[in-house]
């Protein structure tokens, strides 16, 4: 009797291993805001039953020393110190990469790739070798649409849309993204899956409010609004210098992060912007990198947050889920996602996008109204990684459904 229970047992273990599926991430970039979401993600999925899920990296990857899931950083260095080097890693791997993970999925047994960096410029190069794999490719679209071309802007937005095409699923973070998706890109809406964006907690601050106020050089008697983050044209900040002039006695901002993108204004732009309309005294600059551990510190500091970006922004903003990390309310403009998520869990103010007075106006009610209750634990529950993780390992076996009855067991374990 005990070797035949030791017979079925071995049977059920080789057969629930047979089940398993097997997830092959790709993310091709040294961090960012979507490096933090796949670390994020990658960290829950760890719990999820049936599913294997290994992450494909570049050998600086940001939280290779701290990651608890296996991953492999076999995909070749984009980062170089000198410009023109790096710019020609980036473009020979946009090749090279995809092509390594095709490789490695195989030789390990993976059966999905899941995209969490889009290499669509050079999808006709790499498209062939996937099609052979017999690998399914999922992607998380963070941006639908590509407002800048690397080369040839036409001829990118066809390879997206090819891309897109030849997914089996594609991840989104809102029914605005997803409706944008299916009319960019023809997608069937059914592939299209609305998944959580998790708040991000960076630990607690070193200090107090008062005592951070004082080493970062911030007034104590000031409402202090925070705008943090990469500082791209189309995120607004010299619109926001100019809704606050009217309230530069009463409100402090502290705008910290790096200026990039395509086309970027200098800082010496918003400088201009600030000394033309009198309120130099009224923003502190921190024009730089801000490392993790200092994340919590200037989220800490500020009373609330500002999202002013502009109406061409449609993703999920990593900002907006650390304001609510550590409770801090948003004024927000109304574009796609921000609208649906700020509105629906009431943890900000939302205002029209691109319109100076507009912003003056949301500026002026959350003076007044920045220490109501938000709903900050019904966002954290509605949007938790939890809910992320179980999400996208459902829609791991459904892409593999025809292998056997994994969707029914991912779901009751859900």
């Not at 066809?158 to 409706?179: D, G, M, N, P, T």
């Not at 919590?296 to 993703?315: C, E, H, K, M």
């Not at 990390?325 to 649906?340: D, H, K, N, Q």
Request: proline share 6%; hydrophobic share 40%; aromatic share 10%.
């Amino acid at each position: 009797m005990q070797a035949l229970d030791a017979s079925k047992d071995c049977h059920c273990n080789s057969t629930a291993a047979a089940n398993r599926v097997r997830v092959l991430h790709y993310f091709a970039f040294p961090g960012g805001g979507i490096g933090r979401y796949v670390h994020e993600l990658l960290s829950r999925m760890t719990n999820q039953p049936g599913v294997e899920i290994e992450l494909a990296c570049i050998p600086s990857y940001h939280y290779r020393q701290s990651a608890e899931y296996p991953l492999w950083p076999g995909l070749r260095e984009i980062s170089h110190h000198v410009p023109w080097r790096r710019r020609l890693r980036f473009a020979i791997n946009l090749v090279v990469n995809p092509l390594r993970a095709i490789r490695h999925a195989r030789r390990t047994g993976a059966q999905i790739i899941h995209l969490s960096t889009i290499p669509h410029v050079t999808f006709a190069l790499w498209s062939r070798a996937l099609r052979r794999s017999g690998l399914k490719l999922v992607a998380t679209a963070h941006d639908i649409r590509r407002s800048h071309g690397l080369i040839w802007h036409s001829y990118e937005v066809e390879q997206l849309k090819r891309l897109y095409r030849s997914c089996e699923a594609i991840f989104v973070h809102s029914e605005y993204q997803r409706q944008d998706l299916v009319d960019f890109a023809g997608v069937p809406a059914d592939r299209v899956v609305v998944v959580p964006h998790g708040p991000y907690y960076h630990g607690p601050p070193t200090a107090s409010k008062e005592e951070l106020r004082r080493r970062y050089g911030i007034p104590l008697d000031k409402q202090v609004a925070l705008f943090f983050g990469d500082i791209r044209p189309d995120k607004n900040l010299d619109l926001l210098l100019r809704a606050m002039v009217p309230y530069k006695d009463r409100l402090f901002l502290l705008v910290a992060g790096r200026i990039k993108g395509a086309n970027p204004h200098p800082l010496e732009y918003y400088h201009r912007i600030a000394a033309e309309n009198g309120i130099l005294d009224a923003v502190r600059f921190e024009i730089r990198f801000i490392p993790d551990d200092e994340v919590a510190d200037l989220f800490t500091v500020a009373d609330w947050v500002a999202l002013p970006y502009g109406r061409s922004f449609t993703s999920q903003s990593g900002v907006l889920n650390v304001a609510v990390a550590y409770r801090r309310p948003v004024l927000a403009s109304g574009c796609g996602t921000f609208c649906e998520t700020v509105s629906a869990y009431k943890v900000g103010i939302i205002v029209p996008p691109d319109d100076v007075a507009e912003l003056t106006a949301g500026i002026r009610t959350m003076i007044v109204h920045y220490e109501q209750p938000w709903d900050f634990d019904g966002y954290s529950k509605g949007m938790s990684w939890g809910q992320n993780a179980a999400r996208s390992a459902q829609t791991y076996a459904t892409v593999l459904s025809p292998w056997g009855d994994i969707c029914e067991q991912v779901s009751h374990a859900k």
